[in-house]
Nanobody, 128 residues
């Protein structure tokens, strides 16, 4: 069973930067195909933020964050990171990391159903 443990959420001010971390452990991490970050604000659906292939060769971003976020992976540590800058109050949400063990097509990276395992979520609050 794969476990994803997240860290890095915080209360920050608009314009600040933040880095979220997600460490994967468990027997199937060696079969990981890719990892992603999603977020869910109160009363809203979970939405895609960014994703990266396990090799690190391919990255995907939501249009709303593409110029403010960087996703990266450290395979030695089974960890994926999301660095966010110029944070806005609209970025306030619970952020979730996710892992897929199955190959995903181009349209699957941004879909919740494309992932098999999820982290516990971490709160990011951006004050104005």
């Amino acid at each position: 069973q794969v476990q994803l443990v997240q860290s890095g959420g915080a209360l920050v001010q608009a314009g600040d930067s933040l880095r979220l971390s997600c460490v994967a452990s468990g027997g199937r991490t060696f079969n990981a195909y890719g990892m992603g970050w999603f977020r869910q604000a109160p009363g809203k659906e979970r939405e895609f933020v960014a994703a990266i292939s396990w090799s690190g060769a391919s990255t995907y971003y939501a249009d709303s964050v593409e110029d403010r976020c960087t996703i990266s992976i450290n395979k030695d540590k089974n960890a994926v990171y999301l660095e966010m800058s110029s944070l806005k109050p609209d970025d306030t949400a619970v952020y979730y990391c996710a892992l897929s063990v199955l190959p995903m097509g181009p349209s699957s990276w941004s879909r919740v159903v494309g992932y098999d395992y999820w982290g516990q979520g971490t709160q990011v609050t951006v004050s104005s």
